[in-house]
């Protein structure tokens, strides 16, 4: 099944632990990026990457890093983790760079709270 | 200005109603245009991708206006399960980025 898989779906942890959410796409997608989500402020990018080695910030980028080694892969990093960056994250690809005919396919989202 | 914004309703509507959601876009470059609809909690899902010319899947009719620099969405014989929060999102001309607007929330009642 084409899907793109984000895991954990829930972390709770706390302030200054450096976590690692991970997502793979098994679509053979280009196009990968993150977004958080958070109440009354929608969908806001934080990173994404066209290629292997190559990713570029998106509107949030602050507090987090990413990396695109393989295809597949495009885990997020959140080194020092703070109670701001609580939110509901969602990874998504798509086949080439996002248009009508290569939309955004989203994962099924990981729930973070900082303490 | 935002870059894309959205009604956030919530907009309640009788079963079998048509409802019509518009979001308009800031900048006047920008080059492709889509609906996402997202249940509470849930990832975004595809709803339609808007064409120049308009384009229709079943209930569901997609229309972008350029002059105007708005897309709408318009929703005929509203089901109870298309309650949900419905989002649009647009690909700024020459960026690789899609941003989307803070959705809408759509509530179907008996």
């Known amino acids: 099944e084409a899907q793109v898989t984000q895991n954990p779906r829930y972390l709770i942890t706390v302030t200054g632990k450096k976590l690692t959410v991970t997502c793979s796409q098994n679509?053979?997608?280009?196009?990968m990026s993150w977004y958080r989500q958070d109440p009354g402020l929608g969908l806001r990018q934080i990173y994404y990457?066209?290629?292997?080695?190559?990713?570029d910030k998106g509107d949030v980028p602050e507090g987090y890093k990413v990396s695109r080694k393989e295809k597949r892969n495009f885990p997020l990093i959140l080194e020092s983790p703070s109670p701001n960056q609580t939110s509901l994250y969602f990874c998504?690809?798509?086949?080439?760079?996002?248009?009508?005919?290569?939309?955004?396919?989203f994962g099924n989202g990981t729930r973070l709270t900082v303490t | 200005r935002k870059e894309v914004e959205q009604d956030p309703g919530p907009f309640n509507v009788p079963e079998g109603a048509t409802v019509a959601f518009n979001c308009t876009y800031s900048?006047?470059?920008?080059?492709?245009f889509f609906w996402y609809r997202q249940d509470c909690r849930k990832e975004p899902k595809l709803l339609m991708s808007?064409?120049?010319s308009g384009n229709e899947d079943g209930r569901f009719t997609a229309q972008l206006n350029r002059a105007s620099q708005y897309i709408s969405l318009l929703i005929r014989d509203s089901k109870l399960s298309d309650s949900a929060t419905y989002l649009c999102?647009?690909?700024?001309?020459?960026?690789?980025?899609?941003?989307f607007g803070i959705g809408t929330k759509l509530q179907v009642i008996p």
């Open positions: 998504a690809s798509s086949l080439d760079s996002p248009d009508e005919y290569s939309p955004l396919h």
């Open positions: 999102a647009v690909t700024p001309g020459g960026y690789q980025k899609v941003t």
């Open positions: 900048n006047s470059a920008s080059q492709s």
């Open positions: 990457s066209m290629n292997v080695e190559v990713t």
């Open positions: 808007v064409y120049s």
């Open positions: 679509m053979n997608h280009e196009y």
